[in-house]
């Protein structure tokens, strides 16, 4: 099936924690929708036209770029407006569209967390699936209990692409992936945990859920912003140890 079930959560904010940099903001966000799965199998077979073996899993293996792009394909699949525009593998986010995205990182977090303060919104035995049950690949999606967002495996199971960079300054162009996946221990499974990838980096734990919702801003929206982006980009001085210096 294609049709992609959405939760829509209120306005609100969130907290989120720069460990390298030792920094904390916190980021108000309006109403958006968010998906209640990851894109499974299934999903994105149908709208890409490709062969599926485990349709209710997730969809792993998924590099930034293809789920970007994947999110423009079903925005066309459903009659929506695309959100991303490409120049080669450059890519914007036209913020006023309202078709299918990537969440941005303020907006994974505050959906993961559906009002918890903790690490984790249940005993992480009964929210995810993780290294401590032994499983060697990801699972059906919906097998563990949901969070009070009625969101299922955002803890667990895969990592999830989000829209924002990981750490500019030190990382380019990586892309932030959020919530553990199935071989990750405990530490890893956490509503804070940040980990990131180059935008054509694949792997077997890393899928993607799919968000929705238009702001009248021009590159900002959601705690995200095209001009701290650049900030975040600019390093002062030697560079730390065991940095090395950026190709641009």
Known sequence: ???????????????????????????????????????????????????????????????????????NAA???????????????????????????????AEWEFACRAGSTGPHYAPLADAAWTSADGVASPQNVGGKIPNLNGLFDTLGNVWEWCWDLLDPARY????????????????????????????????????MRLARGAFDTVDEAQGWSAQIDRERAVVDGPLPPGWTPLRR
Not at 89 to 102: C, I, K, N, Q
């Open 75 to 105: 925005s066309e699949w459903e009659g929506l407006d695309r959100v991303y525009l490409f120049d080669g593998e450059d890519v914007s986010w036209d913020a006023t569209a309202d078709g299918y995205r990537l969440p941005t990182e």
């Open 172 to 207: 380019d162009d990586y892309r932030v992936f959020r919530g553990g996946g199935f071989a990750d221990d405990a530490w890893s499974v956490r509503a804070s945990v940040r980990r990131g990838g180059a935008p054509r980096t694949h792997q077997d734990d890393v899928g």
């Open 1 to 71: 099936m294609s049709d992609f079930e959405m939760a829509r959560l209120p306005a609100g904010s969130v907290t989120l924690h720069d460990a390298r940099r030792k920094v904390q903001r916190t980021v108000s966000l309006e109403p958006f929708a968010i998906g209640v799965y990851p894109v499974t199998e299934e999903q994105m077979a149908e709208v890409l036209g490709i062969a599926v073996r485990h349709p209710s899993r997730p969809a792993v293996d998924v590099s930034w770029l293809r789920a970007v792009h994947f999110c």
